[in-house]
């Protein structure tokens, strides 16, 4: 893939990216270092996308696995309380409402296999696509989507998890 076709999918992309960025990582710096990581994976591994899937899911692949990775490296403190994205940075526009930074911190607050389900779902992925990217059933899927929204209206209605 030349330059300008992956500078083109990343910008077509990036919309995605950033809410992967924000979901699992709480503050405006972190949120950017992983976007710079994800795109340098991207670049890195270009290669591999043979074409046997939607690239949309190849690159949702490698983000996921990038933030995964990433964290589990760094190993940080996370207090998603004491650090909310600043709502001027690039990762939320100008449209953003308080209920959309409330629903981003009631992400934040579910688990990493959590993250992943809702995200792929809230990115319009089918149940048969999340199914093939996890490797689990479409069944198991839908068990554990609505396991989340039941987690999800919690969480926002009551604080807890």
């Not at 500078?7 to 995605?16: H, N, V, Y």
């Not at 579910?110 to 993250?115: A, M, P, R, V, Y």
């Not at 554990?144 to 999800?152: H, Q």
């Amino acid at each position: 893939m030349e330059e300008a076709q992956f500078l083109t999918m990343i910008q077509t992309f990036q919309p995605m990216l950033y809410k992967i960025c924000r979901v699992y990582r709480p503050s405006r710096q972190d949120q950017e270092d992983l976007f710079q990581e994800i795109i340098y994976q991207l670049w890195k591994s270009q290669h591999s996308f043979k074409g046997n899937s939607q690239i949309k899911t190849w690159i949702y692949k490698v983000a996921i696995n990038t933030a995964l990775t990433d964290f589990r490296k760094k190993k940080p403190d996370i207090r998603y309380t004491d650090q909310i994205p600043d709502t001027e940075s690039e990762f939320s526009n100008s449209d953003s409402t308080n209920q959309e930074t409330l629903f981003i911190e009631a992400l934040q607050q579910l688990t990493d296999g959590e993250k992943t389900i809702i995200t792929l779902y809230l990115e319009s992925f089918s149940y048969k696509e999340i199914a093939g990217i996890l490797g689990i059933s479409e069944n198991n899927v839908g068990v554990k989507i609505n396991r989340i929204k039941i987690k999800l209206q919690n969480i926002l209605n009551h604080g807890t998890k």
